[in-house]
């Protein structure tokens, strides 16, 4: 059993930058993938970034990539999404998750942190 909570959400100008944090608890994080998803007001629940066990892969989707980076601190039991250049269409609430597929870790999730962009 993995519990995640996530942190570091807030106000940001268009532009601006934030770093999203998840800290776990209980099992370790080393097994498992680790996951940032988003739900926009009105929309499903999608997937941002994945990172593999060890941190050496990581995956965007396109709307991201070159803006967004996640990474992990095993040692730490730490995972984070740094988010720069932010747009108003990247508000939403970010949900970290942990799972066994790096494609899509859904195993266990955060309770969400909300992330609004706007001036």
């Known amino acids: 059993q993995v519990q995640l909570v996530e942190s570091g959400g807030g106000l940001v100008q268009p532009g601006g930058s934030l770093r999203l944090s998840c800290a776990a608890s209980?099992?370790?994080?080393?097994?498992?993938?680790m996951g940032w998803y988003r739900q926009q007001p009105g929309k499903q629940r999608d997937l941002v970034a994945t990172i593999s066990l060890s941190g050496v892969n990581t995956k965007y989707q396109d709307p991201v990539k070159g803006r967004f980076t996640i990474s992990r601190d095993n040692v730490r039991k730490m995972v984070y999404l740094q988010m720069n250049n932010l747009k108003p269409e990247d508000t939403a609430v970010y949900y970290c998750?942990?799972?066994?597929?790096?494609?899509?870790?859904?195993?266990?999730w955060g309770q969400g942190a909300q992330v609004t962009v706007s001036s």
């Open positions: 209980g099992s370790s994080i080393r097994t498992y993938a």
């Open positions: 998750a942990a799972g066994l597929s790096f494609n899509s870790p859904a195993d266990y």
